[in-house]
């Protein structure tokens, strides 16, 4: 969360909207009661119908990434013709041991294929919890290499997104 925090504190500096999914009262996704949303499921699909790009973040767990996060992709692709995530850029940020997440992000990465997401290639952005890179008193982060690697990696992300819009032409172009 301390990396998403940080990424919504600098979006505004590089001309992004940025909004934080709050999962934290999202039910586990369940098909034979998917038609009964909660106001919580509601507003997380309308969400991810309005985002023009995702930057999914999560610490590994056993390999992959949080359950929170997987719950909220599989709620995400019951969307009718996948018009959450279909054709959007994604970004991945994650948090880890020794290979400080990439397993994880790898996983992610085979979530977004049947999502069909362009999950931006470079910067990858991985970081060890254990080296600093996170104050252990506020857990905010606080490396400047992170910091400097995030911004690296949203203004990549806003490039991507940008081009799988394609050039905006008026109406008057078309006709």
């Known amino acids: 969360m301390a990396a998403l925090k940080y990424?919504?504190?600098v979006?505004?500096?590089n001309g992004i909207d940025f909004e934080i999914a709050?999962?934290?009262?999202?039910?586990f996704f369940n098909a034979d009661t998917e038609n009964e949303k909660s106001p919580e499921v509601v507003k997380l699909l309308e969400q991810i119908k309005s985002a023009d790009?995702?930057?999914?973040?999560?610490?590994?767990?056993n390999y992959s990434i949080s359950p929170a996060l997987k719950n909220a992709l599989d709620w995400g692709s019951r969307i009718p013709?996948?018009?959450?995530f279909k054709g959007k850029a994604a970004a991945i940020v994650s948090s880890g041991g020794g290979l400080r997440g990439g397993?994880?992000?790898?996983?992610?990465?085979q979530v977004a294929v049947f999502l069909d997401l362009y999950v931006l290639n470079k910067p990858e952005v991985m970081f060890t919890a254990f080296d600093g890179t996170f104050d252990k008193a506020t857990n905010e982060l606080t490396s400047s290499h992170a910091q400097e690697k995030i911004v690296e990696q949203l203004v990549a992300l806003k490039d991507l997104a940008e081009r799988l819009k394609g050039p905006v032409t008026s109406k008057d172009e078309l006709e």
């Open 7 to 9: 990424i919504a504190q």
């Open 11 to 13: 979006a505004p500096d």
């Open 22 to 27: 709050d999962l934290s009262q999202i039910p």
């Open 53 to 61: 790009a995702f930057i999914f973040a999560s610490p590994e767990y």
């Open 81 to 84: 013709q996948n018009q959450g």
């Open 103 to 109: 397993r994880a992000q790898y996983h992610l990465r």
